[in-house]
């Protein structure tokens, strides 16, 4: 099972780096973190610190990571590759292990890169409106925030191997954590408990403090653990 596994994620990290729509992706998220950290430090109104103006991109990020993790399953249902796929790798278990993984990998480095590249960003426009940079904050919320944005997007993942459809998987995902979340929290308390919110406790605390980092984390991880494990039930009842 382990070297199944090891075989077949060494595969999907050789196919995604051959897809141009999830290089678009990476190089899209990167290029936003330039553009909204740029535009945010830019702004007289906006505070002086590299590390927070970094933060308030996070929200603009995920759609990136997101669109990468339905991608990395989505596409071979859309090209029919899922067949090929399985004729090399028939372990039904093997095959979403290896494909999470290699998007896992392929998230990380890009929202490590995107982050990075945006507080550098953000140094650099601060620098040029002569904005005495202060002590940049935790280094821990930047870390909370690449860790939010790998595992956000690997619920659009599992969307999109439960839906079998990159459309459907993008719109749902995209809807929920851009639309949805957002009118909720504003009138439900209980709003807090939807994976966008309370995974992006990572990076920004709760002023009500109802939950915590890890427990937000835990909210997070269970709402893809539950769809993951539904799609990985459906993946292994369908014909493909």
């Known amino acids: 099972m382990i070297r199944s596994c090891a075989r077949a994620t060494a595969a999907e990290l050789a196919k995604l780096s051959g897809l141009p729509a999830v290089l678009a992706a990476v190089f899209g998220t990167i290029g936003a973190a330039v553009a909204v950290t740029g535009a945010l430090a830019a702004s007289p109104a906006r505070v002086d610190e590299p590390v927070a103006v970094v933060l308030q991109a996070v929200p603009y990020l995920q759609a990136g990571t997101i669109s990468l993790g339905v991608l990395a399953v989505g596409t071979e249902y859309a090209d029919g590759q899922i067949h090929t796929t399985l004729r090399c790798v028939p372990d039904r278990l093997a095959v979403p292990v290896a494909k999470t993984l290699a998007y896992l990998a392929w998230a990380t480095a890009t929202a490590v890169a995107a982050l ?19 002590t940049d904050g935790l280094p821990w919320n930047v870390v909370g925030a690449a860790v939010y944005l790998a595992l956000i997007g690997l619920l659009g993942l599992a969307l999109a191997a439960l839906l079998r459809a990159v459309v459907s998987a993008l719109v749902v995902t995209l809807s929920l954590v851009l639309v949805v979340s957002p009118l909720l929290d504003a009138v ?6 939807l994976p966008d919110r309370a995974g992006g406790l ?9 939950l915590t980092p890890a ?5 997070l991880l269970g709402w893809v653990v539950v769809i993951g494990s539904g799609a990985v039930a459906a993946f292994r009842r369908r014909d493909a």
């Open 215 to 219: 427990t937000g984390l835990l909210v």
């Open 202 to 210: 990572l990076y920004l605390p709760d002023p009500a403090q109802v």
């Open 116 to 134: 990075g590249v945006g507080l550098l960003t953000a140094r650099i426009a601060l620098a040029a409106r002569n904005v005495p940079v202060v």
């Open 188 to 193: 439900i308390p209980h709003a807090r408990y």
